[in-house]
């Protein structure tokens, strides 16, 4: 069964609630990425994905570290077949006993979200590029009662889809999209943006397109870097930030608070900065490709490769009114 099919899920599952005005746009939308992206390993991946163990499930972890999977028995070649879908860059999980050691400690950016955001009991909640779908474990373990998420990686769909093969009865679903490519949905009650504004030539498109996504009186959840300074200070990269090739910009908390500002947002909070440490993203066994360390200067870990100064993230938290 191809990948496409795998999507069909999130169709199923929301036919008949609000969200089911905009399918025919999604599934056209839909149709048009896996046309026109092509992806060399698709056939082999398919394949693959098809001989992931049926295990009977004795508990689900959705609340620690780990997106945790129990079942009766512990499968001998999961490991193996887990990868082959590398690299792992976000979680980590662990899969009956199978630990994927990721590039990234995800679940330390969800203890500086967490605790700063409204209640998601009962929520639904849109996370965009939302990567492999680590944090959309998450929200629903924080009790949210329907996690959308997109990203238009292809690995990382599979790598989501490896997680749903497993608890196909949680309500998280992702869509191979962009954010330009959705609909002005205008009722989600959370909306996160976590790793992405920065790489977007355009910003301020980026906040007005999470703004139509949410209902009135939600909750937007952004993520990005950002840099030291004051209101006028914005960051626009040369050519390569920390290796990267597609950063844009980098503003101030400050700066930034304008622009949530000039998009319609009220109640504009910094709740947390943040500089990441090689603690928190580094090559493992399961991303084995450069990792943080090689992208600072050898000299001073203050600076990127390049220079500029190293990567610092914020977290602020706003409302559409
Ligand atoms: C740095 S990762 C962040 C992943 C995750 N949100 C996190 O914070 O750990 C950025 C992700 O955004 C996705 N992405 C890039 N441009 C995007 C866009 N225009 N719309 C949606 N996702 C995008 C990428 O595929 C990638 O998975």
Redo the contacts with the bound molecule.
């Keep these: 069964m191809p990948i496409q099919q795998f999507v069909q899920d999130f169709f199923e599952a929301s036919s008949g609630e609000p969200i089911s005005n905009f399918h025919k746009h999604l599934r056209r939308e839909i149709d048009h990425f896996f046309q026109a992206h092509k992806h060399g390993r698709q056939a082999e991946w398919d394949e693959l994905i098809q001989s992931l163990p049926n295990i009977a499930t004795t508990n689900i972890d959705l609340n620690h570290s780990h997106i945790r999977i129990n079942g009766q028995e512990t499968p001998d070649d999961l490991e193996s077949l887990l990868k082959e879908f590398t690299p792992w860059r976000?979680g980590p999980f662990n899969f009956f006993g199978t630990i994927i050691n990721t590039e990234?400690r995800?679940d330390w950016?969800w203890d500086r979200i967490q605790p700063h955001i409204s209640d998601l009991s009962g929520r639904a909640v849109l996370?965009?590029?939302?990567?492999n779908g680590?944090?959309l474990w998450r929200m629903l373990g924080d009790g949210a009662s329907f996690a959308l998420g997109?990203?238009?990686?292809r690995l990382?769909l599979y790598q989501f889809h490896i997680a749903k093969h497993f608890m196909p009865e949680k309500p998280a679903y992702l869509l191979p999209?962009?954010?330009?490519n959705l609909p002005r949905f205008k009722l989600f009650d959370t909306v996160f943006s976590?790793?992405?504004l920065y790489?977007?030539r355009s910003p301020i498109d980026h906040l007005t397109e999470l703004f139509s996504f949410l209902r009135p009186g939600g909750e937007l959840v952004l993520?990005t870097l950002v840099v030291d300074g004051d209101a006028r200070t914005i960051l626009t990269p040369v050519d390569r930030y920390a290796k990267m090739a597609n950063v844009w910009f980098l503003p101030s908390t400050s700066a930034l608070e304008i622009w949530l500002d000039r998009a319609g947002f009220r109640n504009i909070r910094t709740v947390d900065i943040n500089q990441t440490s090689v603690e928190e993203q580094r090559s493992t066994e399961w991303m084995t490709f450069h990792s943080l360390a090689e992208f600072l200067d050898p000299d001073n870990a203050n600076l990127t490769a390049e220079g500029l100064p190293a990567p610092k993230r914020a977290i602020l938290i706003a409302e559409k009114p």
């Design positions: 976000k990234w995800s950016k996370d965009i590029g939302c990567g680590y944090h997109v990203d238009p990686t990382f999209l962009r954010s330009e976590l790793g992405v790489h977007r993520e």
